[in-house]
C-alpha cells in the first residue's frame, strides 16, 4: 500500500467531510418555501416524508409530431408525515393540467412556480393516492416525424410529466404507450404484453426496477429490432440505420463489447447485472454520446455504426462508449448519487471503469496511452483557464445541475481517482469500492460516505487530499533545477505551485525520464511536498533529454525541456512520445515557451515520423487548433502553399491506411491554395479517394461541407449534389438543416443565424452545434463576428431550455476559432455589462474563450 509521508495523519471521519462537501436535511417541521426549480431544502424535506413511489403512467402518442400528447398518471407513495402542502413538480403551462383526484377524491388544482400543490387537508399520514389528467410537456420528449425518445437528465422528468424529480426519490414505473400502430416501443422494464386496437399499438410494461427519476425512459418508433443472446443474456438492439455494410460490420462488435463489459463489471464489483434486462437504442444525433437508461441505453446512432474507414481512433472510441455506459449500470443506477452536486461521481467512475474494460474490449489497446490522450488535453481544456470549476461544486437547485457538466467531471475526476488508486494500492481500492456498492445498493449515497469507506483501508490523509484534488480547482505548476559536474548529475529538484502562483500541493505520483543516446532511465516522483529531491539521479550520467512525465499519469504543466526536441521522435514508447506532445502543446500555450509557428513546424515534422495511430490523430488535433487558433490570416496565407504541400508528401509516405486517412482529413481541414482545394474537389467529384485511403459517405460529406465553406466551386452547387448521393433520410435532413449555414450567401446565413432565436429551431442540438462551427469558421469570421454578442445573449435562455451540454456546445462552436482582438472585446464587455451574471454560466464563456484570450497574447 502506497503513502504520501507528509499525510499519514490516520482515520478520517465522515463529519470532517460533512463540513466540506455535505449538506444536512432539513428539519421535518420546517416549512419549504415555495420556489421554481427543485430547490435543495425541499429535495432534503421530501426525502424524510416520502417513501415507496410508484408511478403509473399512460401516455397516448399520436403519429404527427406536432399533436398534443394526452396523459394519465396515478402516483401512489407513502407520507410519513402530513404537515404541509405537498409539491409535485411539473415544469409547464398551468393549462396542461387538467383533473386532480387524491384519495378518490377531486381537488382543485393550485399550480405555482413549476409545483402542483397539494393541500394537506386531503393527504393522509400513510400510503396515499393522486390521480392526474394531463397534457405531456414536450420540452423533453425530442419528438421527430415518426419517431421519439426521452432524455430527462439532470431535472427533466418534470418537463414531462408531474413527478418528484430529485435523484434520491428512487420509485418504480408502471408505463404504458398507445402509438401507430407500425412503431416500436422499449422502455426501462421488459414487455408485459403488446396489443392493437385499430390502428393503434398499445404497449404495457412490466413495473420498473426502482430508478431515480432522470433515468426513467422510453424510445418510440419507426425502428428495426436485432435481437441476440450473449452469454446467456437476451439482449435486444434498436436502430433506424439503412446502410448494410455499417449494420454487417457493427452489429457483431457491439453486441460483443456490451457482453464483455458485463462480464467485466460484474467480475469488478462481485455483483450481478442487477436490472431487469438490458436493451439498447442507436439514436441518429442523440445530443449525448450515450445515456445510461435502465434497461434502455441510448446511443448516438453514428458513434455505434463504423465502416470499413473507421479508424482506430473511432473503435476506441466506441468500445470506450459502451464500456462508459455499461458501468454506469453500477455506478450511477444501482448506487445513485445523493444530489446531483455529486453527479461527478458516476461519471468518473464510469469512465474509470471504461478505460479498464477497454483492455479487454479491444485486443490492440493499449490503457496508459489510451488514458493520457483521453483525459489530459481535455481535463487542462478547463483547468488552465480562468473560468475552471472545482470537480465537486455547490448545488442549490437542480434547475442549476446542467452547469454542473463539463470536461472536469469527465476527465479531470479520472484522472484524480487513478492517482488515489494509485496512492492506496488497487486490490485496497477494489475491495473499497466493492463494499460501497454493496451498501448502498438500490439506494443513494455522497463522495463523503464513499471516502470514509475508502479512508478504512489506507493511512493517507484523505482529508488533504480531497481539498486539493476535488473540491478546488486549477492545476500545479513544476518547475526544476538539474546540475551537474562533468557529466554526472550532481542535483536534481523538482518543485511545484499553483498555476496561480499558489503554494498548494497537489499529492501525486508520476515519472521522470533520462533520455540517453543508448537507454532511458525512468525515475518515480513521489510529489508529496512542494519540492522534492530525486535522490536517485544524484551521481547518474548527465541525459540529452529530460521527459516530464513520462508515464502519462501526473497531472499539471510540466516543464519542457528545449534543449533536444530531436530526441522526442526517437522515444520508442508511445505514452512517452504523447506525453512530450501534450507538454509541448501545454508549454506553448503558456506564452513561456515554445512559439506556435515553431511547435507547429514541429506537428509537420512528427505527423510523417508517427506511427502511432491514437498519437498521429492528437498531432493533426494540435495541428489544427494552432493553424486556425493561433496563427494570423496573413500568416495562414503566406505559409500555406509550402505546408499543404508537406502535408501531401507526408500522406504518400505512410503506410497505415488509417494514418494516411488522419492527414488525409488534416489536409481537407488546413487547404487554403486553389490547387488544394481543387485536388479536394477532385477527390470529391470522382468518389475515389487517394491511393491507399477508404472514405466513406460520411468523409464525402464532410468534404463537400469543407469545398462548400471555401465557395470552391465558384457557382456549383455542391451540397444539392451530395445531398442526392446520401440515402439515409436522417442523415439527409441533417445536411438540408446545415446548408444555410455554409451558404455562400450572407444574408442567407444572417436568416440562419437569426432563425437560432427560436426555440424551435434549436431542438436538434447537434446539427446547430455543428452548423455553427462553419458559421464562425475564420473563413467567415468576417461576416460572422456580429454573431457573439446575441450569441452570449441567448445563452442564459439555450442553458433553460437546452439539454446539459448545450451551453458548452453552443459556446464552443461559436467562439473555438476566433482569434481577434474585437473578438475578445466583445466577451470582456459583456461579462463587464453582467456583473451579476449566473457564476456558472460565466465559469463556461472564459472556459470557451480561453484560447481567444491566449491568442491574443501569443500575438503580441
Not at 476535488?470 to 554526472?488: C, H, I, M, W
Not at 462551427?773 to 463576428?785: D, F
Request: glycine letters at 4%; aromatic letters at 10%; proline letters at 5%.
Amino acid at each position: 500500500m502506497s503513502s504520501i509521508n507528509v499525510f499519514k495523519a490516520g482515520a478520517l471521519s465522515l463529519a470532517l467531510f460533512s463540513a466540506v462537501s455535505c449538506t444536512q436535511l432539513a428539519p421535518e417541521s420546517s416549512i419549504v418555501p415555495l420556489e421554481t426549480g427543485v430547490s435543495l431544502r425541499l429535495a432534503e424535506y421530501r426525502k424524510l416524508m416520502l417513501g415507496n413511489i410508484n408511478y403509473n403512467l399512460h401516455l397516448t402518442i399520436p403519429g404527427k409530431r406536432e399533436q398534443l400528447i394526452t396523459a394519465s398518471e396515478v402516483i401512489t407513495f407513502s407520507l410519513n408525515k402530513n404537515n404541509q402542502s405537498l409539491q409535485i413538480d411539473f415544469k409547464e403551462q398551468p393549462a396542461n393540467l387538467k383533473t386532480i383526484k387524491v384519495n378518490g377524491k377531486n381537488t382543485p388544482i393550485t399550480f405555482e412556480k413549476e409545483h402542483i400543490l397539494i393541500d394537506k387537508k386531503y393527504m393522509r399520514k400513510g400510503e396515499n393516492k393522486i390521480e392526474i389528467g394531463f397534457i405531456a410537456g414536450n420540452l423533453s420528449l425530442n419528438r421527430n416525424d415518426d419517431y421519439l425518445y426521452t432524455l430527462l437528465v439532470p431535472d427533466r422528468a418534470r418537463t414531462v410529466f408531474p413527478v418528484f424529480d430529485q435523484p434520491d426519490l428512487k420509485a418504480t414505473f408502471t408505463l404504458t404507450l398507445n402509438v401507430p400502430q407500425d412503431w416500436k416501443a422499449v422502455a426501462n422494464a421488459p414487455l408485459q404484453n403488446k396489443t392493437t386496437e385499430g390502428d393503434r399499438s398499445i404497449y404495457s410494461f412490466q413495473e420498473s426496477d426502482k430508478v431515480s427519476t432522470y433515468l426513467f425512459s422510453f424510445v418510440a418508433g419507426d425502428f428495426e429490432q436485432i435481437s441476440r443472446t450473449e452469454a446467456g443474456r437476451p439482449m435486444h438492439f434498436y436502430h433506424r440505420e439503412t446502410d448494410s455494410s455499417k449494420l454487417k460490420l457493427s452489429t457483431d462488435p457491439i453486441f460483443k463489447i456490451h457482453a464483455d463489459a458485463l462480464a467485466f463489471m460484474e467480475e469488478y464489483t462481485q455483483i450481478p447485472y442487477p436490472f431487469k434486462k438490458f436493451d439498447f437504442i442507436a439514436i441518429p444525433d442523440f445530443q449525448y454520446g450515450g445515456m445510461e437508461h435502465v434497461g434502455a441505453i441510448d446511443y448516438k446512432a453514428s458513434t455505434l455504426f463504423l465502416d470499413e474507414g473507421a479508424t482506430k481512433d473511432q473503435r476506441v472510441s466506441r468500445s470506450n462508449l459502451i464500456a462508459h455506459e455499461t458501468a454506469h449500470m453500477w455506478f450511477g443506477d444501482l448506487v445513485t448519487m445523493r444530489w446531483f452536486n455529486d453527479v461527478w461521481m458516476k461519471e468518473v467512475f464510469a469512465n474509470f471503469m471504461a478505460d479498464k474494460i477497454s483492455q479487454v474490449t479491444m485486443a490492440d489497446a493499449n490503457y496508459d496511452l489510451k488514458f493520457l490522450l483521453d483525459h489530459f488535453p481535455a481535463a487542462y481544456s478547463i483547468d488552465r483557464t480562468a473560468g475552471a470549476n472545482p470537480i465537486r461544486q455547490q448545488l442549490d437547485n437542480l434547475q442549476d445541475a446542467g452547469t454542473l457538466y463539463g470536461n472536469i467531471i469527465y476527465h479531470k475526476a479520472p484522472i484524480m481517482m487513478r492517482q488515489l488508486e494509485r496512492l492506496m494500492g488497487e486490490t485496497a481500492f477494489k475491495d473499497g469500492l466493492r463494499e460501497y456498492l454493496k451498501t448502498y445498493a438500490n439506494g443513494n449515497a455522497t463522495w463523503p460516505q464513499l471516502i470514509e469507506i475508502l479512508d478504512k483501508r489506507t493511512p493517507i490523509d484523505l482529508q488533504a487530499w480531497n481539498k486539493v484534488w476535488v473540491d478546488e480547482a486549477g492545476r500545479p505548476k513544476f518547475s526544476y533545477q538539474l546540475k551537474t559536474d562533468g557529466n554526472r548529475i550532481t542535483q536534481f529538484s523538482i518543485a511545484q505551485k499553483g498555476e496561480d502562483g499558489s503554494d498548494r500541493l497537489w499529492p501525486q505520483y508520476f515519472e521522470v525520464a533520462l533520455v540517453y543516446p543508448d537507454r532511458i532511465e525512468e525515475l518515480t516522483v513521489n510529489m508529496d511536498k512542494q519540492e522534492v529531491i530525486l535522490e536517485k539521479a544524484i551521481g547518474m550520467a548527465k541525459p540529452e533529454y529530460v521527459l516530464f512525465n513520462s508515464s502519462g499519469q501526473g497531472y499539471g504543466q510540466f516543464p519542457v525541456d528545449e534543449n533536444n526536441l530531436e530526441a522526442i521522435p526517437k522515444l520508442k514508447d508511445p505514452v512517452m512520445r504523447a506525453a512530450a506532445y501534450i507538454n509541448l502543446y501545454e508549454d506553448m500555450l503558456s506564452g513561456e515557451g515554445i512559439k506556435p509557428n515553431l511547435l507547429l513546424a514541429f506537428t509537420l515534422l512528427e505527423s510523417e515520423k508517427e506511427t502511432e495511430e491514437l498519437n498521429l490523430k492528437l498531432l493533426t488535433n494540435y495541428t489544427s487548433d494552432i493553424f486556425w487558433k493561433f496563427l494570423s490570416p496573413e500568416v495562414r496565407t503566406k505559409m500555406a502553399p509550402a505546408f499543404e504541400q508537406k502535408l501531401w508528401k507526408n500522406i504518400e509516405k505512410q503506410k497505415a491506411p488509417n494514418a494516411k486517412k488522419l492527414l488525409f482529413k488534416i489536409y481537407q481541414d488546413i487547404a487554403l491554395t486553389p490547387e488544394a482545394t481543387k485536388r479536394l474537389y477532385q477527390v470529391w467529384q470522382t468518389q475515389k479517394a487517394p491511393e491507399g485511403i477508404k472514405l466513406t459517405e460520411d468523409d464525402y460529406t464532410s468534404l463537400a461541407l469543407a469545398l462548400a465553406l471555401r465557395e470552391y466551386p465558384k457557382g456549383n452547387t455542391i451540397l444539392d449534389e451530395q445531398l442526392k448521393r446520401i440515402t439515409n433520410p436522417d442523415r439527409q435532413k441533417r445536411l438540408q438543416f446545415m446548408m444555410p449555414a455554409l451558404s455562400a450567401d450572407v444574408q442567407v446565413r444572417d436568416a440562419f443565424f437569426a432563425s437560432l432565436s427560436q426555440e424551435q429551431n434549436r431542438e436538434k442540438e447537434a446539427w446547430v452545434a455543428s452548423a455553427l462551427s462553419y458559421l464562425h469558421h475564420p473563413l467567415r469570421a468576417n461576416t460572422s463576428e456580429k454573431y457573439l454578442k446575441q450569441s452570449l445573449d441567448l445563452l442564459e435562455e439555450i442553458q433553460l431550455t437546452g439539454d446539459i451540454f448545450f451551453p458548452t456546445n453552443w459556446l464552443n462552436a461559436t467562439f473555438g476559432s476566433y482569434h481577434t482582438p474585437a473578438a475578445a472585446t466583445i466577451v470582456r464587455t459583456f461579462l463587464q455589462e453582467h456583473p451579476n451574471y449566473n457564476p456558472k454560466l460565466r465559469g463556461k464563456i472564459l472556459q470557451a474563450t480561453d484560447n481567444l484570450f491566449r491568442a491574443e497574447k501569443l500575438a503580441k
